[in-house]
């Protein structure tokens, strides 16, 4: 069946490090990977989204790589904030299909 | 200006009792969602609806009832309640449905504690 890991456990990384964040996928041939940021208590927004022909996207301080040999996605916050703290969920979808999502991993960026 | 919103945020109700969430999006979106997010705060889809029309039901009970009156709105109404549904339930809207690539944009989720 089709599969989207994300590391369950917090990510803790020190203020200006920069934080990487892996989502991997089992059984699944998405056309595009997008990642979005959860706070407590809010509802999941967009960040950045990726297509299956490309390899890197970036926006300010956010790269996401898309390795659909490994079937991986990567996604980096360079100098990170302690603002950057909260649930980064990565999310799958095949053309014409609706969008999956991960479970997420915590980030918390310490000052 | 809050582009997708809904109400109540937090519901706390005894079990077999029925309630409604409402869902209203000011985005011009032509599809609009309810998404579960259970305790390991998996996303996951419940319903989907186009121009007020149904293309997606996920296997939720049948207690669980969508209505959409117009296309901006999309009220969740759930009969009979469980101490399982509770969860914290996201109404969302994007501009296309199942079209390639479309982000989607969530609410602030509902809270719905089942006692």
Redesign the interface.
Known sequence: SQKIEQN?EALNIQEGKTATLTCNYTNYSP??L?WYRQDP??????LL?I?ENEKEKRKERLKVTFDTTLKQSLFHITASQPADSA?Y?CAL?K??????????TRLMVKP | DTA?SQTPKYLVTQMGNDKSIKCEQNLGHDTMYWYKQDS??????MF?YNNKELI?NETVPNRFSPKSPDKAHLNLHINSLELGDSAVY?C?SSQES????N???????SWLTVV
């Open positions: 369950s056309a595009y997008q208590g809010r509802g999941p927004v967009f989204l297509r649930t969920l979808q053309a014409g299909n609706m969008l999956t999502f991960g479970g997420g | 997708v390991k705060k998996f996303l996951k889809i989907s997606i996201f969302a199942l079209s390639s690539g982000t989607i944009y969530f609410g602030e989720g």
